[in-house]
């Protein structure tokens, strides 16, 4: 019989479905990052998000900004009782406060695809280790707890510090999805980032070497960026 000579993708053997994220919390040096709870999050969350007084940070968000503790509990509640998207609350360890959210969704168990998605930190929280160490931790439970194959990012195309957060953190930018989606009356072209198992190993490494404490001077600052240590 001929031999088919067109050319197919390099086999995965063994693959099985994934299993769906479970609801246990991820702990790491500077941050925890648990399942949204409306009782212990809501309030913190929204003192929190009182710092982004024009409501910049919930531009490219599919929700507008909730104007009063009632409104936002309410949009944690619906948040909170959802499985896809699965939405999580980043809580300083030092402080023990909720200052950010962010969800794994379109989980795809079969083909080993999950996204990170609906982020809005506080400003308290953005450009810290916390911050950083939430992403890492999330990504961490994919691969290495999970054996996801693919992690995606996703944001609005003019959304330059998302494009930029996505870079930083080790994804691969794929291109632009033109008129992807509608939303707030508005369109949105869609930038696609993505982090492979493969690539993951040498992303850990930069990540775990970026948070360790011994990357940061008394004030604070960083001795070495989080691109520089991947190098």
Excluded at 39 to 57: C, G, I, K, V, W
Excluded at 149 to 169: G, H, I, Q, V, Y
Excluded at 201 to 214: G, H, S, V, Y
């Amino acid at each position: 019989m001929p031999v088919n000579s067109k050319p197919v993708g390099a086999a995965v053997p063994g693959w099985t479905p994934r299993e769906l994220p479970p609801a246990t919390p991820m702990i790491g040096r500077y941050v925890r990052v648990e399942r949204l709870d409306p009782d212990r999050h809501a309030a913190q969350l929204f003192e929190a998000n009182a710092d982004d007084r024009d409501a910049s940070h919930w531009i490219y968000l599919f929700d507008e900004k909730p104007a009063t503790l009632e409104a936002y509990t309410a949009w944690v509640k619906k948040a909170a009782s959802t499985v896809d998207p699965m939405f999580h609350a980043i809580v300083g360890l030092a402080d023990g406060k909720a200052a950010g959210v962010a969800a794994l969704m379109r989980i795809d168990r079969n083909h080993g695809v999950i996204e990170v998605g609906h982020i809005n930190f506080a400003p308290r929280l953005q450009r810290t280790r916390a911050a950083t160490e939430a992403i890492f931790l999330m990504i961490s439970r994919a691969f290495d707890e999970l054996g996801y194959r693919r992690f995606e990012w996703k944001c609005d195309s003019l959304n330059a510090p998302s494009r930029a957060a996505a870079l930083r953190f080790g994804f691969t930018f794929e291109g632009i999805f033109r008129q992807a989606i509608v939303y707030k009356g508005r369109n949105r072209d869609t930038a696609w980032f993505s982090i492979t198992d493969a690539e993951w190993p040498a992303i850990k490494a930069a990540f775990e070497r970026w948070l360790d404490p011994a990357n940061f001077d008394a004030s604070g600052g960083q001795k070495a960026r989080l691109e520089a240590r991947r190098r």
